[in-house]
């Protein structure tokens, strides 16, 4: 007898876990009585639990002092600091609980209820009615934890009502004459008001209203409506309502299928008052339609291969902007459509582009459309010779309507705007073409071989070899501005690239009471002949060459496949690497690079300017360097050097540091870059980014975040945050100062407030004050 | 659906004719006492005492043929595994001793009552017949009483189920 | 003081094997591009491209990555350049290894800078090569540190 009362007493585990959705009873469920004492009387067939009582019961657990169990109107009355767990979760403390013998109805006296969500009901009596809907006579619903140390202080918000109705079938909760309290103060009145049942992810309803208030779009209210379709679908049509600019109307579907995913969403409005927006080419004073379109999928085809896309289409640059959709700080719009293959050792992607640039300066028809995008790379898993053997490829073809001409040295005055589609010829002095009108397709492969060998005292050989082939289709449509880069006829030609080289490394190590020291000179020697066709076709994927120490040894300095380093050099280095006992460790690598002989293919530039002071058109570069700390995890410092060859001057400077210790949390980056007038940079760029995060107490913190225009010395951006965060509210008052935008001068302060009540929902609302513009918001 | 008129039986109030079986008898007289050892059976009506030894204390003479049934039964002790079955109810227990004067029953040891689909485990059951209760007890040790019970379905205050 | 790390004439007996210990360290399979790169670098540094023997080690790295810039365009409200930051953990287990302490574990971070112009398609290209760049310097910096504790501890 003894197994099967064990067998019928559910393991504790299984108590908490079983969350079922309804209360389906376990019709031939056997209610397990423990207790230090059991009392029978048979005239009243009433059996009495007594001492610390325990009755486990299809899942649920009620225990007591003493539990009498009238067997005859199948009945139990539990009396003295009465504990039930419910099979959900629900936890319910109470003095005196009387509940029929299948827990299903019940009437408690002034109990406390916590549900599995972590949210408790406290009421002075509750019924329960038919396993299903409990009602709580004026009770009070809290998320909040109740203080443990001094139970009856009252928590930081409750809901205090005369009726709380909460359905469990149903997934809901209501309240009767209700009024929210902040530590017992009541602040609002309710005098009927519902949410769903805390444990519910997703419910058909009307999300939390955001209030609007800016002097573009005078005040509003957007309240969005979700429709839970089905658990893979689900519609949200937000309607808001504008006192200046009228009705704005915002649909997202979102559809989750077997393999993958996709969303689709769009607004659209009819703008009352458009002059509110600057004038064009700065706002769209001049539109009264405007909207957004965008739709994202991704979708699995099997482990290794995936597809997808991204496209947006806007009515105009602001649009997101002005009715802040969608996130904020939208420089541009890519729209995408890939397909993708990531195998144990190759990588494929096939892709388009199409780019709407959302910047003052950005003119449509200078953007190109890139279609295809193919690029294919692939070690080989066998060794080739006794080497590796990798084989990538690249196909490129792009169109574009009007070509993308730049001033560079100072001293042109002409003030750039997006109307005029400007031409060299249009400036009094010099000018690049980083894009050129017409169509252009280059189709790319190179193979390359290396293999290390390590001789008997530890020097490490590298002897590799590559060879690469273009072939290329220029047709520059026949304008001025072209002309005077490259002949607009239409032209097909090959390029090719062949080189060997070495590359010498011996590494040294120590290991002391400090830790290991490891000690690296590393030399690596290239010959190739020169680069062909300089110039001669548009550069579009290798415009930016950043020398720094992560180009130093590379095969190939270039940044893309447009141009391909000809010539002989040698990259000169040497490397140290600190790993302290206590795990610290400290990476240093100086070096220098050197053109041999040949052309120095960074010496002549194409139209893109790509190697104009970038530091390695003499036959001595720059040096570069850097100097990493890796200290734990909460310090690390990481800062990389361009210094000129001839006088040690600092040509690029950049300072990362990330800091943790106690309730600060900061970091910082500084960067300086020199001017580069060749390539448009007339003046010194200096900057500072810094974002930080103090812990005052274990919920209040303060945020402080901005990023300053040392050359400038103003602020480009700041934000400062307070906000006060427990597990049942979340409050953050955040003040922020976006620099001007779209060239008006004019600064933008923003308030933003959120409050969130866990499972009431949350409200947030934020203004834009511009001072500088008359309007008081 | 009485849980304890399993003992009814064993009243001394009840006119039922007392059968003793076992495979030995050893009479003490002087100590009025008649101890009976290996499978004893004791049926009374419809309840029924299986146990390995019993000593019945009886008052006045014994005789060898009846002895229980023509003097009035003072006490009974059962030792080494008692079991008591009556219609659906079972009661077993290492000891059980009923004493008719007190018309109480105190059985120790594992004590188990079962009754139909119901069971409850502990380690001292004690009745009182004229009360008409009984107590299931911990031996005061860190052990607990468990009872195993199918709730009554239907509404409440239906009949009982027999 | 200094000795050659693969030196096998250096009087630490087991040290000439540093090159076949790393040559046994089975690296995880990649799930997105840059993991790949570091993978493959990985590979190559501690095989050398010959024909990997019988797996000893199993390493396992995980990365983050983010862009950052201090210097934006106040007119355009553009970064001009901007840094691709990749961080990585490793952890290097024995394999058949039970007991779940891990032979060897560190971080290593790469960072690696192009230049933004208004041409968002010549940018994209900037940011993939960064990205391969950043991942170089992800493998060098595992192989050095994991490289010099097996040679201090044989």
């Known amino acids: 007898v003894d197994a099967a009362a064990q067998a019928q007493q559910p393991p504790a585990n299984d108590l908490a876990s079983s969350l079922t959705a309804g209360r389906n009873d376990d019709p031939n469920a056997r209610m397990l ?19 610390d009582a325990v009755i486990y019961y299809d899942g649920s657990v009620l225990q007591a002092d003493r539990v009498i169990y009238d067997q005859k109107n199948g009945r139990l009355r539990a009396t003295g600091n009465v504990r039930l767990l419910e099979r959900d979760g629900n936890v319910i403390h109470s003095e005196s609980l009387d509940m029929s013998d299948d827990f299903a109805q019940g009437f408690v006296q002034s109990l406390q209820v916590e549900t599995a969500a972590r949210t408790n009901f406290a009421a002075t009596s509750a019924q329960r009615k038919d396993g299903r809907i409990t009602v709580f006579e004026n009770g009070v619903y809290s998320a909040c934890a109740t203080c443990k140390d001094n139970p009856d202080r009252p928590p930081l918000w409750r809901v205090r009502a005369a009726r709380i109705i909460s359905d469990q079938q149903e997934k809901m909760v209501y309240y009767e004459d209700a009024r929210l309290e902040f530590f017992g103060v009541p602040i609002a009145y309710l005098p009927f008001f519902q949410h769903p049942d805390p444990t519910v992810k997703r419910k058909s309803g009307l999300l939390v209203p955001t209030y609007i208030a800016s002097s573009e779009l005078g005040f ?85 291969w995936e597809w997808g896309w991204n496209i947006n289409l806007l009515s105009d640059k602001w649009v997101l902007d002005d009715y802040n959709l969608w996130g904020s700080g939208w420089n541009e719009a890519i729209s995408t459509i890939y397909l993708t293959g990531l195998e144990d050792r190759s990588y494929f992607d096939l892709r388009g582009y199409y780019f709407l640039g959302l910047s003052s300066d950005d003119r449509q028809k200078e953007l190109p459309v890139v279609f295809p995008l193919v690029d294919y790379n692939r070690v080989f898993d066998q060794p080739v010779l006794g080497g590796e053997m990798t084989f990538s490829a690249n196909f490129t073809s792009l169109r574009r309507l009007e070509g993308d001409f730049e001033p560079t040295s100072p001293g042109n005055t002409l003030a750039l705007n997006s109307t005029t589609n400007y031409t060299c010829n249009s400036f009094t002095v010099d000018c690049l073409a980083p894009g050129i009108a017409g169509n252009y397709t280059r189709a790319s492969a190179d193979l390359q071989w290396r293999k290390q060998i390590i001789d008997r005292i530890g020097q490490v050989w590298t002897p590799f070899a590559f060879v690469r082939g273009d072939m290329i289709w220029r047709d520059p449509s026949d304008t001025v501005g072209n002309a005077s880069f490259m002949s ?44 062909q066709h300089i110039g001669e076709a548009p550069n579009e994927d290798a415009q930016s060459l950043f020398f720094d120490d992560t180009t130093l040894f590379a095969w190939d300095k270039f940044s893309g496949w447009d141009r391909v380093e000809g010539g002989g050099r040698a990259n000169i280095g040497l490397q140290y690497t600190w790993q302290m006992p206590a795990g610290t460790m400290i990476n240093v690598l100086f070096g220098q690079s050197y053109h041999l002989f040949g052309l120095n293919s960074f010496a002549r530039s194409d139209a893109a300017g790509t190697g104009l002071d970038s530091g390695l058109e003499g036959d001595t570069s720059d040096y570069v360097a850097r100097f990493f700390v890796q200290a734990s995890p909460n310090f690390a410092l990481a800062s990389r050097f361009r210094l000129s060859e001839d006088d040690f001057n600092a040509e690029a400077t950049e300072i990362e540091g990330r800091f943790s210790r106690g309730r600060l949390t900061s970091s910082l980056m500084y960067a300086r870059y020199d001017e580069r007038p060749r390539l448009g940079f007339t003046d010194v760029r200096e900057g500072i980014l810094t974002s930080n995060r103090l812990n005052l107490t274990e919920n209040v913190y303060l945020r402080a975040g901005a990023l300053y225009d040392i050359e ?22 955040t003040y922020a100062t976006d620099y001007s935008r779209d060239g008006n001068k004019e600064r933008v302060h923003q308030m933003f407030v959120k409050l969130s009540l866990r499972t009431l929902g949350d409200a947030n609302i934020s203004t834009s004050i511009d001072t500088d513009s008359d309007s008081t918001f | 659906q009485q849980a304890t008129n399993a003992f009814d039986g064993f009243s001394s109030n009840s006119d039922e004719p007392v059968n003793i079986e076992a495979d030995r008898l050893d009479v003490r007289d002087k100590d009025q006492a008649a101890v009976f050892t290996g499978n004893v059976v004791v049926t009374q009506g419809e309840s029924r005492l299986e146990t390995k030894a019993l000593t019945v204390f009886y008052t006045g003479g014994a005789t060898a043929d009846a002895p229980a049934s023509s003097r009035s039964i003072r006490r009974l002790e059962a030792d080494g595994g008692v079991v008591v079955i009556s219609k659906d109810q079972k009661a077993t227990g290492n000891t059980g001793v009923f004493d008719m004067a007190s018309n109480t029953i105190v059985m120790t040891g594992g004590v188990t009552v079962s009754q139909g689909p119901n069971v409850i485990r502990g380690d001292r059951l004690f009745v009182d017949l004229t009360k008409q209760t009984s107590r299931i007890e911990t031996g005061g040790n860190t052990g607990r009483v468990r009872g195993l019970f199918l709730p009554n379905k239907g509404t409440p205050g239906a009949p009982p189920r027999n | ?46 095989t050398g491209g010959a024909a990997a023997p019988e797996p000893l080690y199993r390493l396992r790295v995980e990365t983050n990555d983010a862009l950052q810039s201090a210097v934006v365009d106040p007119f355009t409200s553009r970064p001009t350049t901007e840094t691709y930051a990749l961080d990585a953990t490793f952890r290097l287990d024995r394999i058949g290894s039970t007991d779940g302490k891990p032979v060897f574990q560190g971080r290593a971070f790469g960072r690696a800078s192009y230049d933004r112009s208004r041409q968002r398609f010549a940018t994209i290209r900037a940011r993939r090569d960064a990205e391969d760049r950043a991942a170089d310097v992800v493998a060098q910096q595992i192989t050095t540190q994991i490289a010099a504790h097996l040679a201090t501890n044989p």
């Open chain 1, 488 to 531: 607009t006829d239409q032209e097909f030609y090959t390029r090719g690239m062949a080189g060997a080289g070495l590359e010498y490394r011996f590494p040294l190590v120590a290991a002391n009471a400090l830790g290991t020291h490891t000690v690296e000179p590393i030399a690596q020697f290239i010959a190739r002949p020169n680069e």
């Open chain 1, 33 to 51: 009585v423990e207790a230090a004492e059991v009392l029978y009387d048979y005239d009243k067939e009433t059996v009495s639990a007594i001492g």
């Open chain 1, 220 to 304: 509003g209210v957007r309240v969005p409506y979700f429709w839970n379709i089905a658990p893979n679908k689900d519609l949200t049509i937000t309607p808001t309502v504008m006192s200046r600019q009228g009705l704005m109307l915002e649909g997202e579907w979102r559809h989750r299928l077997l393999n993958g995913a996709y969303t689709i969403r769009a607004a659209g409005v009819f703008q009352a008052d458009s002059d509110a927006f600057p004038a064009s080419p700065f706002g769209a004073a001049d539109e009264d339609a405007r909207g957004a379109f965008q739709t994202r999928g991704e979708f699995a085809i099997n482990q290794h």
């Open chain 3, 1 to 46: 003081c200094l000795r050659p790390l693969y030196g096998d004439t250096s009087p630490a007996p087991g040290n000439q094997n540093v090159r076949d210990r790393l040559s046994a360290i089975e690296v995880q399979e990649a799930t997105n591009r840059i993991d790949q790169q570091i993978r493959n670098d990985l590979i190559f540094a501690f």
């Open chain 1, 712 to 733: 400038r010395d103003e602020f480009s951006n700041t934000s400062f945050g307070l906000g006060y965060l427990d597990e049942c509210f979340d409050l953050e008052v």
